[in-house]
């Protein structure tokens, strides 16, 4: 079974690897996001943010359901990219199709190992390969060392 906690602190890990400032468990216009991330790209002159949800088996909402809800919600919030966490769940075709024209991206607990292991082996391509699954080009951020450690944990 996967841990809810433990998933929310690795994608939490993971952004803040790439240099996100992040928050949890916000109220957003009347929506609750369970991780807000944001970034200033320098080099790029432009603020990202990043709005995260977890969708798991005791979830309120299903996956077809947080994917409407995230689609009104970000017409406030003008996020650069949504992320749904799949928790002990899977997505199939029609719900993945949904998300993905929603600009919506759907993690699941491999997606974040891979991560968590790009970040943890200090490749120094992982925020690189991050940004770019977010949609945006090769990107390398001046304010990050990319030879420090990475705490997995």
């Not at 996956?63 to 409407?68: A, D, N, Q, T, Y």
């Not at 607990?109 to 891979?114: E, L, W």
Request: some cysteine.
């Amino acid at each position: 079974m996967v841990d809810l906690d433990e998933l929310r602190t690795d994608v939490i890990n993971i952004l803040e690897a790439a240099g996100f400032s992040v928050r949890r468990d916000e109220l957003m216009h009347g929506y609750k996001v369970d991780v807000v991330a944001e970034k200033d790209l320098v080099a790029v002159q432009k603020d990202f943010k990043i709005i995260c949800a977890f969708v798991h088996e005791q979830s309120e909402l299903t996956l077809r359901e947080r994917v409407k809800e995230f689609r009104e919600l970000n017409k406030e919030l003008k996020a650069d990219k949504c992320i749904i966490v799949l928790v002990g769940l899977e997505a199939y075709g029609e719900d993945r199709g949904m998300a993905k024209r929603q600009n919506i991206l759907i993690w699941e607990k491999d997606n974040i190992k891979n991560y968590l292991k790009c970040f943890s082996e200090k490749d120094k391509d992982a925020c690189n390969r991050l940004m770019s699954d977010l949609g945006l080009e090769s990107y390398t951020d001046p304010n990050l060392d990319y030879s420090s450690s990475f705490y997995c944990g």
